[in-house]
């Protein structure tokens, strides 16, 4: 059968091909192609792969499998490249042969990259991967990798995938972020073809134009998908009648015109998959070779499979082809076909692995033999660190467990350690919820039969709590499992759910309570030669005593607990130890240490192909803090995957702050909206996210919501561990009360101006006790307090500008200069208010100017270039002293440039209709300005607002 005439596209082509030129001079490229089935995503891949080959590009291709889900890590890519390793020998790509993987996953995708990149010096390659949306995660994250890394090779990679799946939405969704974040993705989403290509295409198939009426039908019924308009063609002119009322009627109508052995064999394919070995085919039918050859030959001839010569396999023409024929499998037939399947599989020459087993067995309903190879395919998916789908097999014994008699022989283990295995790979992906789901499982299956066995059941269920956000569950959990565990006579497990306690005290911040737990849990471990227990205590004991005053002692904690789990090899344990260290190094104030350590843990703990979002997490927060946002910003959209239930809102926060620093306020709501849920059960992330808050309702002049924040806040940090968030609340609210006083002197409201320098006393007041508390646990205690200092002095409208050179100095000492970039453009203005001179003011202003730039933190940039604009300062060089003028009324009021401009008019008493000839705005638009700025000013009366706008001299 001829291939599909290539008609339409012509802009995606064009695209493409300029994608293939760039790959030809050296700069690689993703591109991405999605639509529904049957749009023409194959035919595209295709008709690029015939250009790149004439333009002498090395093309690979290698395709998903789809049905029934094998669950094979990295078998597209495989397949791509089985062809090279046949004539380079299978050794030249370990994980191609049925030999397992020394290493770990990282070294499976520097392997690949390195190969690429050696195929890419001697030619170009394109490399292309179909029908993603089955593929397996390790795939997935394999892909995502190469994207970040082909900018500087002769590498173009294409992939496919169906955008219309329910059932894979989530991880198109995974693998379009990941590939999108890597900076050089080309995205292409294919429509429908318009009417008339979808003719040019009917009539290249047919040789003529078909009759008009055909066509009319064809080109309505197919709504522009070039694979149902050739499937409705084909079936017109086999029929010479009416259309098929439906597609999957016609896909069988195709079918039923081949010999009954054919359907037979076509069948078999369907169970073994779109796609199937020939060998495989030939042993699994109950027909002669010779037989099953002129099968081949007839479904080949009628277009319902394709060979490929190279693999030596056949594939449905279409997957909807391949899912149709085994939607009309009867009951009883499907079993025997999947059964004789496993069957050949089993007894190959290169027998298959449990991976592809399983799912057959299950289809089989051979159960006692899917569960075992579920479990096994569970085990080889361990030892080549593909956790995800370790989980998917361990999800299909789950479900299976019950219909099998003796099914702890069967699995060799019960269905206590089968759900307690799942939980933790689904804590290890990600999945916290499931995990959660699992662990309580586990628990409910023990009950009180064994209590040393439910208390550390206990014990990992609080664990999986905590990760899901739930941290009172967690807490109590923990501490269940400390009963139910005997003090008498001194054992290990007694160790392990004291260590276990002590972190879950720890988590919600009572670290006084936490440390003689942990003491007692590393004496008893040392006693009783619980290395585990003993790692536990020492990290945990090391948080203690840093947020206890004591940080170099908790330091040498932690890094002995680091040291107990390089030599163990725990992953879990490796990223224990390395998110409290680097959390304890920012809390410490050594950022830059804290950002080395992170990014040495990552490239340790990615080898085990664990989840490290939590480690990525901590490095963000302090590159945010050293003004390393564009790095921030490329870690933290990273780690921020859809699938993500373990620890969200930490990620969520750190892209909250870095939103509200570069003025993308709206995307900093759809972050904090998004945390919110966790965030309010637990203490130490409500504060941080009452920070944020509060923080961008400042930057947005809604000083009294920032006030309300602040105080909300407050009133949940009372504890002494909350001490140094008490100092940075008080800060933001000394803020906001500064410029609420600035308001309301404008308004010559002295009352007010009273009620807000009493309130704004208070929180100094507050500010000074809590960074007396916190300063000896942490120097960024010092740094709020002379921020806090510096913001009362505003407050009384006292020009101080060495209270603001001491803060900014204090966070220059610290190496935050997002901190000091505002210190800086504080101490500017007051020089301003003062009246400095303008080579003095201009100094702070230039160091502010700088950092606000490098980092392209916009709202700071906006007051810095007002408060340049306004005092006639030089962001780039000094001038001679310009006369000094008043703040704009945006600045002074709260208002928006437009709103400072009605409210000129309207002092000079224009009416709506006027303002709106003048400003070229609706009379109706006017009168919402004026509102807003009514409600703004908190004044009844246009006149009152007016009588503002003189006092502070705007209406001129």
């Not at 002119?237 to 999957?248: F, V």
């Not at 020459?349 to 033999?369: I, K, Q």
């Amino acid at each position: 059968m001829e291939p599909t005439p290539f008609v339409g596209r012509a802009e995606e082509f064009d695209r493409l091909e300029r994608a293939l030129r760039r790959a030809r001079s050296g700069v690689g490229s993703t591109v991405l192609v999605a639509g529904e089935a049957g749009i023409g995503k194959s035919r595209l891949a295709s008709e690029l792969t015939t250009r790149a080959r004439a333009a002498g590009f090395e093309v690979l291709v290698g395709r998903c499998i789809d049905l029934i889900g094998t669950e094979l890590p990295y078998q597209p890519f495989a397949e791509a490249l089985r062809p090279w390793a046949a004539r380079h020998g299978e050794g030249a790509l370990p994980w191609l042969s049925q030999v397992r993987p020394a290493g770990s996953q990282l070294r499976v995708f520097e392997e690949t990259l390195a190969l690429f990149s050696g195929l890419a010096a001697a030619a170009p390659v394109l490399l292309v991967l179909e029908d993603l949306h089955w593929a397996d995660a390790s795939t997935l994250d394999l892909l995502v990798f190469l994207a970040h890394n082909l900018a500087e090779r002769r590498l173009l990679l294409l992939a496919t995938y169906r955008a219309d799946g329910l059932s894979s939405a989530e991880r198109v969704r995974r693998l379009a972020d990941g590939v999108r974040r890597s900076g050089s993705a080309l995205e292409l989403e294919l429509g429908p073809l318009e009417h008339e290509a979808v003719r040019a295409l009917l009539t290249a198939r047919r040789g003529a134009p078909p009759p008009q009426s055909v066509a009319e039908g064809i080109v309505a019924r197919s709504e522009g998908n070039p694979f149902f308009a050739e499937e409705l063609l084909a079936a017109a002119g086999a029929q010479g009648s009416e259309i098929p009322r439906s597609l999957r009627d016609l896909l069988l109508q195709r079918v039923a015109r081949l010999d009954r052995r054919t359907q037979g064999l076509l069948k078999l394919a369907a169970a073994a998959g779109r796609e199937v070995d020939y060998l495989l085919l030939r042993d699994a039918a109950a027909l002669a070779e010779l037989a099953v050859r002129g099968c081949l030959r007839e479904a080949v001839d009628h277009g319902v499979l394709v060979p490929d010569q190279a693999t030596g396999r056949f594939r449905f023409r279409h997957a909807l082809l391949a899912e149709a024929v085994y939607e009309t499998l009867l009951p009883g037939e499907r079993e025997e076909l999947h059964a004789r399947l496993a069957v050949e599989l089993e007894r190959g020459e290169a027998p298959a692995s449990a991976a592809e087993l399983a799912p057959h067995w299950e289809a089989a309903g051979r159960t006692a033999e899917a569960l075992g190879a579920s479990v096994e395919a569970a085990r080889e998916a361990e030892t080549v660190f593909g956790p995800a789908e370790a989980l998917a097999h361990l999800e299909r014994a789950l479900r299976l467990w019950g219909a099998v008699p003796d099914a702890t022989a069967v699995a060799g283990l019960d269905l206590v350690e089968l759900s307690s295995w799942a939980a933790q790979l689904a804590l290890q992906t990600d999945a916290a919820p499931r995990a959660v789901e699992l662990g309580r499982r586990a628990v409910a299956l023990v009950g009180g039969a064994d209590p040393v066995r439910a208390a550390l059941l206990h014990e990992r269920l609080g664990n999986y709590l905590f990760a899901a956000g739930s941290r009172d569950a967690g807490l109590a959990a923990r501490e269940r499992a400390v009963v139910l565990v005997p003090a008498q006579p001194p054992s290990a497990v007694r160790a392990h759910v004291l260590a276990a306690l002590g972190h879950a005290l720890m988590l919600v911040w009572r670290h006084e309570a936490s440390r003689p737990i942990c003491e007692q849990a590393l004496t008893l471990s040392r006693a009783v030669g619980a290395r585990s227990a003993e790692f536990r205590a020492d990290a945990v004991l090391g948080v203690d005593l840093a947020y206890l005053g004591h940080g170099d002692e908790g330091l040498d904690h932690l890094r002995v607990a680091l040291r107990l789990a390089e030599q163990s090899g725990d992953p879990g344990e490796l990223v224990f130890a390395y998110c409290w260290l680097t959390d304890v190094l920012t809390m410490l104030g050594r950022l830059r240490e804290s950002i080395r350590v992170a990014a040495a843990a990552v490239s340790v703990v990615r080898a085990y192909g664990v989840a490290h979002g939590t480690i990525i997490s901590n490095q963000v927060e302090a590159l945010i803090a050293t003004g390393d946002w564009d790095e921030a910003d490329r870690l933290g959209a990273a780690a921020l995957r859809p699938s993500t239930a373990n620890w969200p809102h930490f990620r969520r926060l750190n892209r909250a702050a870095l939103a509200v620093g570069r003025g993308d306020f709206d995307d900093a709501r759809v972050h904090l909206e998004a945390a919110y849920a966790t965030v309010r059960g637990d203490e130490r992330a409500s504060p941080a996210y009452d920070l944020l808050v509060a923080e961008l309702a400042l930057w947005e002049r809604r000083w009294t919501d920032a006030e309300t924040v602040v105080g909300d806040g407050l009133e949940r940090t009372r504890t002494p561990e909350a001490a140094l968030i008490r100092v940075q609340l008080c800060a933001q609210g000394l803020r906001a009360q500064a410029d609420l006083a600035a308001l309301a002197r404008a308004r010559r409201a002295a009352d007010a101006v009273r009620d807000r320098l009493g309130r704004a006393r208070k929180l100094l007041v507050a500010a000074r006790r809590a960074a007396a508390e916190a300063a000896p646990v942490t120097p960024n205690a010092v740094g709020w307090r002379a921020q806090a200092e510096a913001e009362y002095a505003r407050a009384r409208d006292e020009a101080r500008p060495a209270s603001w050179s001491e803060a900014a100095a204090r966070w220059e000492q610290l190496e935050r200069p997002p901190l000091a970039a505002y210190c800086r453009w504080r101490q500017a203005e007051a020089l301003v208010a003062a009246g400095a001179g303008r080579a003095d003011a201009s100094v702070p202003l230039r160091d502010a100017h700088a950092v606000a730039a490098r980092i392209r933190a916009q709202p700071l940039l906006r007051e810095l270039a007002l408060l340049a604009t306004r005092a006639r300062l030089d962001l780039a060089c000094s001038e001679p002293e310009p006369p000094h003028t008043k703040p704009p009324m945006e600045d002074l009021l709260g208002l928006t440039p437009r709103e400072a401009e009605v409210l000129t008019l309207v002092a000079r008493g224009h009416t709506n209709r006027e303002i709106a000839q003048a400003l070229v705005i609706s009379i109706k638009t006017t009168g919402h300005h004026v509102s807003h700025i009514l409600h703004k000013l908190d004044v009844p009366t246009r006149a009152d607002a007016a009588a503002i706008a003189h006092r502070i001299g705007a209406a001129r």
